[in-house]
């Protein structure tokens, strides 16, 4: 979305990124070029991802401990970090420098996650911009923020302060070992080029957009570059479901006049269960609700659940049914975050890792949703959590709603084009 809403600003923009997303840059009307920067992989539904040797063993060890509880699952996140926290840079560095021989941008765009393309664009000192497609708090400046630390928690995740003491020790071992790993490999290929006080906090010295409201109480940002809130990355027109789901939402409204959207994500979509408890509380609580769940490699398993009242798909056109629902479940990514924010669509957040407990508390703090604890989700309760959003009234998220639209995807181009001529 950001490249394209760049290339109508007036940019000749080249998308470069792994093979299996070329048709994003064919959606946006923009170039191509390959450039793979780390090994995992994530197309669509990510256990259907073909992925790199051992990746595929590090999502089932994740989404295992997401049945443990929020903190084992942080835990394994920042283990699988430390064994893995820079993959391939030199060759992430040889493979930038060749494309920039070969077709020389004046500037760039940098997925804040992509430590490696960073890394090599500072040591390279080529202008760039950060694109955070997190939590802003994934750039921590507080003295006490660590990355893989939820800076805020929402009331129904609360670990006991030993768990907490455990992950801030893992999270620290981490921001010191890639903080040492960026030194020295700085210190190896651009000894000219300055070394970061904290290599999480490393970003563009010019301008960093965040996909993200702009909320009074987020916590402090690093100094320096400026900040684009890009409130969301959704189109900025009417979205389309197609055919197939303009029926069904008919069919299913004919059922239940409410609708609700249950979606988990990519990597989340594999817990089943919850899946399960949240459409049967659902059904249970709101005789005047429909359902459509997006069931990831658990469709076949759930379709069982199939009916008048529901309907089951392995993926939907989530950005386009948002705005034909009454409600949703997610599980706090960012996306869905800002989506639901952009369609005005309340929502239940199951966090269950990453900055999921950060975008839940906001959500909860900001009136947008609600939250509880997959970990000890109860049918029942999910049901009764659902129905107060179908009939709370919606004025705060009326006003958050305002506030993301004045931003939005095109003003976000033409600021960073601003920022960055």
Not at 402 to 421: F, I, K, N, Y
């Amino acid at each position: 979305m950001l490249a394209g809403e760049l290339r109508a600003a007036g940019a000749e923009v080249t998308f470069a990124c792994a093979e299996g997303f070329a048709a994003l840059a064919e959606a946006a009307g923009v170039a191509f070029a390959p450039l793979t920067v780390g090994r995992n992989a994530n197309t669509g539904i990510a256990r259907r991802t073909v992925q790199a040797e051992g990746e595929a063993g590090r999502l089932e060890e994740f989404l295992e401990a997401t049945r443990d509880g929020a903190v084992p699952a942080l835990l394994v996140q920042a283990r699988h970090r430390r064994a893995d926290m820079l993959a391939e840079p030199e060759r992430v560095l040889e493979e930038l420098r060749a494309l920039h021989a070969r077709h020389p941008a004046d500037w760039y765009v940098v997925d804040q996650l992509s430590y490696a393309a960073t890394l090599a664009l500072h040591c390279l000192d080529l202008p760039y911009a950060t694109f955070c497609p997190g939590h802003p708090s994934y750039l921590p400046a507080e003295p006490g923020a660590l990355f893989g630390v939820p800076y805020a928690w929402p009331q129904a995740v609360r670990p006991t302060a030993a768990d907490l003491q455990t992950l801030r020790g893992e999270a620290q071992a981490n921001d010191f070992s890639f903080t040492a790993l960026f030194a020295r490999f700085i210190a190896r290929h651009a000894p000219h080029r300055p070394v970061p006080r904290r290599a999480f906090a490393l970003c563009s010295p010019h301008a960093v957009v965040l996909n993200y409201p702009q909320l009074d109480w987020l916590p402090r940002r690093p100094e320096g570059p400026a900040y684009v809130f890009s409130g969301h990355l959704t189109p900025t027109g009417t979205l389309d479901p197609g055919p197939f789901w303009n029926a069904e939402v008919v069919r299913l409204r004919r059922a239940g006049p409410r609708l609700v959207l249950v979606a988990l994500g990519t990597f989340l979509s594999a817990r089943g269960d919850v899946l399960e408890s949240v459409t049967r509380g659902i059904l249970a609580e709101r005789p005047d609700t429909s359902v459509i769940l997006a069931a990831g490699d658990q469709a076949a398993a759930l379709a069982g659940l199939a009916g008048p009242r529901v309907a089951v798909a392995a993926t939907v056109p989530q950005q386009a049914l948002l705005r034909h629902v009454d409600a949703m479940v997610h599980h706090g990514g960012n996306n869905s975050f800002t989506e639901c924010l952009a369609a005005g669509v309340p929502a239940l957040v199951l966090p269950f890792s990453s900055d999921q407990f950060s975008v839940a508390h906001d959500a909860e703090r900001s009136g947008a949703g609600l939250c509880l604890d997959p970990h000890r989700l109860d049918p029942k309760e999910a049901g009764r959590a659902v129905s107060a959003l179908l009939d709370a009234p919606g004025d705060a998220l009326e006003e958050l709603r305002g506030h993301v639209h004045a931003h939005g995807p095109r003003r976000a181009a033409r600021e960073l084009t601003a920022l960055m001529a």
